[in-house]
């Protein structure tokens, strides 16, 4: 464990030490960028090393994992982030420990989170995904709603008790004008970011990078990098 413990240390010592320069190369203050570190696949225990090294935010993708984890690390002051695309059937569960939910792309999920989050007395925190490679339907292949669906969208969350509509998220693409082209998907995920604001003030969360483009996210202005196999390594195969 403190081998563990020691690799973790490292490994989030030089993620901390990219993010810082980015944001100097950026012009931002450091402050302005928070570090949520995605804890899929990885166990409990690390959750907890992460936790006495001052990690505050986690994430996680499929609630049959998440679920267990969280309940087993309820003692500490951590926020859970749900970051997968999301089935109706699981939002009661996600809902039971998730502060956030970012993943939230299409109306009929807004209307369950809410529901969920009104009988459990949550205040659940929402983002909704951008699909900047949206298909004619306006999805993306890894969920999202087309940046065309984001008003509609924004507007359901607002006005649904129980939710929080915080802002956007983007996984950067495989397909479509923005494949390979991080800077240029994160800039886009600005611009509409700044017209989701003028609508809904308070939605200022701006969700994009991971551990190979957090520079890109942090430069065009990024206000949460989702950090996962930069601080836990290489992933083990999913079960």
């Known amino acids: 464990m403190t081998d563990r413990r020691t690799e973790l240390a490292a490994n989030l ?13 950026a012009g931002r203050p450091r402050e302005d960028v928070t570090l949520i570190v995605v804890t899929k696949t990885y166990p409990a225990s690390d959750v907890r090393l992460l936790h006495e090294l001052g990690v505050r935010q986690v994430a ?16 500490l002051d ?3 982030h749900f970051v997968g695309q999301l089935q109706t059937n699981k939002v009661r569960s996600v809902t039971g420990y998730a502060g956030l939910v970012q993943s939230v792309d ?17 205040d659940l925190g929402c983002l909704i995904q951008v699909a900047l490679d949206a298909d004619a339907a306006g999805r993306g292949e890894r969920g999202g709603v087309g940046p065309d669906g984001i008003g509609e ?13 915080d802002g956007l998220m983007t996984v950067a693409p495989l397909s479509g004008p923005y494949a390979g082209r ?12 700044t017209r989701l604001r003028q609508a809904h003030p308070a939605a200022t969360m701006v969700s994009a990078g991971m551990s190979a483009d957090l520079e890109d996210a942090v430069a065009a202005g990024a206000t949460h990098v989702r950090i996962g196999t930069a601080v ?4 083990p195969p999913l079960r």
Do not use: H, T
Not at 13 to 25: F, L, M, N, Y
Not at 115 to 120: G, M, P, V
Not at 182 to 193: E, G, I, K, Y
């Open 153 to 165: 969208l924004a507007d359901a969350v607002a006005a649904a008790p129980g939710l929080r509509l």
């Open 13 to 25: 010592d030089r993620v901390e030490e990219r993010i810082a320069a980015a944001c100097r190369a």
């Open 182 to 193: 991080q800077r240029a998907a994160f800039d886009r995920l600005m611009d509409l970011s």
């Open 232 to 235: 836990l390594g290489d992933r």
């Open 78 to 80: 951590l926020i859970w």
């Open 60 to 75: 996680e993708n499929r609630d049959q994992d998440a679920a267990p984890k969280a309940a087993e690390c309820a003692d």
């Open 106 to 122: 299409r109306v009929k999920l807004v209307g369950a989170l809410s529901a969920a989050a009104e009988r459990a007395g949550r």
